[in-house]
């Protein structure tokens, strides 16, 4: 889907830090507020300034209720990378920024019974609004997309390198139907160890999912793909190519899909035909 708003003004509602370098910030826009599901993501630039010239993709977190009970704004959380994002770290609240989105399709509606969330580094943060449309506890788009029977649980396996980078997860333990495990590449916290290894486990166990949504580097997307394909699991990863323009137009974000060729592959372009692939339609190399 792509926005046809364009770019438009928005304002920095607030900024907090959830860990080290990483930071969750509020946007005042209500029209876009109003239109973004889950796993959608959109493009953020400075106001006034070409410095950078190129807008930065980042994915929904959530959107906020205004005192009339409407979406009012987006929040998002980002690490620090670079000349964006070091820019936006110094915002504390009343910044004008520019804003388009919603771009990109986003995750599908979830329709099972228990689904998990695999994100890895920063790409957990679209399992907030994804676990709570899942529960039933929160609609998203206009006009608002629901689930015909809500998820009876949803899981997160939320993978980092240490516990010292891993972010403040309050806004997700506070919904009630999620559970939270945490790896970690060194042992600090939680699972010693990747992330796939508690995907595996859960999958042999007694309650598995019966859909996975993943996020995170593209190696452990990678190996999620891999191994959803070979339990016979429906799994959608959801990209983080880096991108130019947002809306198709540079097809510098592109990535391999199988056609019906049983060799053949295509290109197709995470800004508009993604970011959300099924794992089992990507060439996974
Ligand atoms: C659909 C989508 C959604 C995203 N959502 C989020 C999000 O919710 N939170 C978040 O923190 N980040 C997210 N990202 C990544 C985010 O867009 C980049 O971190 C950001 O553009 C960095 O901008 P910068 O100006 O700070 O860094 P730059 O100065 O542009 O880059 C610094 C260095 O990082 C490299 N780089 C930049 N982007 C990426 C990338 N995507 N992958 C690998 N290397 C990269 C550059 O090549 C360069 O070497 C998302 C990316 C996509 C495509």
């Known amino acids: 889907m792509v ?11 607030e900024q907090r830090t959830l860990a080290a370098g990483t930071f969750r910030l509020r946007l005042h826009c209500p ?21 950078p010239l190129l807008g930065r993709p980042f994915a929904l977190y959530d959107t906020i209720d205004g005192q009339d009970g409407s979406p009012e704004s987006i929040g998002f959380v980002y690490h620090v990378i670079g000349k964006m994002t ?17 771009l990109g399709n986003g995750f599908p509606v979830p329709r099972c019974r228990h689904l ?19 529960l039933g506890q929160r609609a998203y788009g206009s006009p608002a997309r629901s689930a015909e029977q809500a998820a009876e ?19 997700l333990e506070s919904i009630d139907g999620l559970t939270i495990r945490i790896a970690t590449d060194d042992g600090s916290e939680g699972h010693p160890g990747l992330v796939t290894d508690l995907l595996r486990e859960s999958l042999d166990g007694d309650d ?8 995170g580097p593209l190696p452990m997307m990678t190996a999620v793909g891999r191994i959803c394909r070979e339990a016979d699991v429906d799994c959608w990863l959801s990209l983080e190519t880096p991108m ?23 290109y ?18």
């Open 3 to 13: 926005a046809d708003a364009g770019w438009t003004t928005a304002r920095v509602v």
């Open 31 to 51: 029209e876009a507020a109003a239109r973004i599901t889950p796993g959608q993501f959109f493009m953020v630039r400075p106001h006034g300034g070409t410095d």
């Open 86 to 102: 070091s820019l936006m770290s110094r915002w504390t609240g009343g910044e004008a920024v520019e804003f388009w989105g919603p």
């Open 116 to 134: 998990m969330y695999v994100g890895g580094g920063i790409g957990y943060t679209p399992s907030l609004a994804v676990a709570r449309e899942a």
């Open 153 to 171: 649980r949803v899981t997160l396996y939320y993978g980092v390198q240490s516990a010292g980078q891993r972010a403040d997860l309050t806004d």
């Open 208 to 215: 598995p999912p019966e859909a996975v949504y993943c996020c």
């Open 244 to 266: 130019a323009c947002g809306f198709g137009a540079c097809f510098s974000c592109v990535t391999r899909v199988q056609t019906d060729d049983p060799d053949g592959w295509d």
């Open 268 to 285: 197709r372009r995470t800004c508009v035909e993604g970011p959300v692939f099924p794992a089992a339609q990507l060439v996974l190399d």
